[in-house]
């Protein structure tokens, strides 16, 4: 009887190992699946600039949030026409990519008459559906491009604020890529308490075993 039983035990302790061994690797490889997106970047190009200001998250974060947040609340639609070509001032195109793909182009014009203006063509880099338009931008559009390198007189009364608002052209998950990071994080969490779950409940059961086979055994 009790060569049987530690037999018995033998085998479930087997299995026990087999499984956290095959639960073990299963960690990095769910987390390796949730990698990180691409992180946004701009390209700006006008009047002014010899060549296009190339700004990227890694290096310049707080101005690639701050150009993108200039073209990130136009509604779907914006009206059919805009300023007098005349009244428009210089024109600045902005292209957001992700990572070095370009997604999304606009075309800001920060010193325009009535105040600033933005308008977004129908045909989109990345190859999107979108209707053409123009919107109001918001009254920090100049100092935006000028603090992002654009060549741009200091504009002393438009500082912060200004109009914006409707709905998100590109999705959060493009301009925050940190949330990546943390839902890998948070599955990593989860998997390993599964994992530490599983050994309790394991554990728990080969305790009552030998408690039981100790009692029949005395």
């Known amino acids: 009887m009790v060569g049987r039983t530690r037999r018995v035990l033998g085998v479930l302790a087997a299995v026990v190992a087999t499984m956290v061994l095959s639960l073990g690797p ?4 769910r987390a390796a699946e949730a990698a990180p997106k691409p992180a946004p970047g701009v390209d700006i190009t006008g009047v002014g600039l010899s060549e296009p200001l190339r700004l990227r998250s890694d290096t310049q974060s707080t101005l ?3 150009v993108i947040d ?3 609340w136009f509604g779907r639609t914006g009206a059919p026409t805009g300023p007098k070509v005349a009244d428009l001032g210089p024109k600045y195109t902005v292209v957001v990519l992700a990572g070095e793909a370009p997604k999304q182009t ?3 014009y920060p010193l325009a008459k009535g105040g600033p203006r933005a308008y977004r063509p ?3 880099p990345d190859g999107r559906k979108t209707s053409a338009g123009w919107f109001l931008g918001r ?3 100049s100092e935006t491009l000028r603090h992002a390198g654009v060549p741009l007189e200091r504009q002393f009364d438009t500082l912060s604020g200004g109009i914006g608002g409707g709905e998100r052209v590109l999705p959060e998950d493009a301009i925050n890529p940190a949330r990546d990071i943390d839902t890998a994080i948070s599955e990593l969490q989860r998997l390993l308490l599964l994992n530490l779950g599983v050994v309790l409940v394991i554990t728990t059961g080969l ?4 408690l039981l086979v100790r009692r029949r055994t005395r």
């Open 207 to 210: 305790a009552g075993i030998a």
């Open 106 to 108: 606009f075309d800001l």
């Open 139 to 141: 009254l920090n559009m």
């Open 26 to 29: 299963g960690v990095p490889s």
């Open 64 to 66: 690639v949030l701050a």
């Open 70 to 72: 200039q073209v990130n």
């Open 122 to 124: 129908a045909k989109q």
